[in-house]
């Protein structure tokens, strides 16, 4: 049975809070996965699955930023501080926090192993930083975001879900 990807708030240790609490627009997903994954193998996997090598691919033609499954692996080991539009912008041991490099879009992605060791919580979330209008002064999401957040929702679920496939036909990793 495929586990189920639900929307939920922020764990209160999110990396992904601070843009929360400077008003950007946050999500957060979360889905649990019947066995133990460490946050290497989840971050990994999340940037190796084929719904995101064609996000790859479209940064690599659209913004000269190619990236590669080893980048991903080295981004996972903490090797890499930047890959394709991203760079890490905070990491701990079980989450990490990427900014694109206009400052203006995250990413985060965290795990967390459940009591006794047997399952893990992984989490997925996105904020989108507002941007400030010249002649207000105030900030505001432009029509780029209110149109493609429909969209966004429903991509952001793909991404999850298309980890947690591969993260289960992987089997099983030690604690």
Known sequence: MKPSIEVCELPHDALLRRYLDRGAYVDCYV???ARPVQQVEYVEAFYTTAVFKLERLLLS???ARPST????RDLASGHLASFAAWNVEARGSNQMLLSD???RTCSWLMSRL????RSTTLYFGSAVVPIVDRRTG?????LAFRSLLG???LYSRVL??????RLARSGTSAP
């Open 31 to 33: 889905t649990e996965l």
């Open 160 to 165: 999850l879900g298309a980890a947690v496939s």
């Open 138 to 142: 105030r900030q505001r999401m432009g």
């Open 69 to 72: 499954d080893a980048q991903a």
């Open 61 to 63: 033609w659209l913004i």
């Open 114 to 117: 459940t009591s006794g060791r």
């Open 151 to 153: 969209f966004h929702k």
């Open 101 to 103: 490099f206009r400052g």
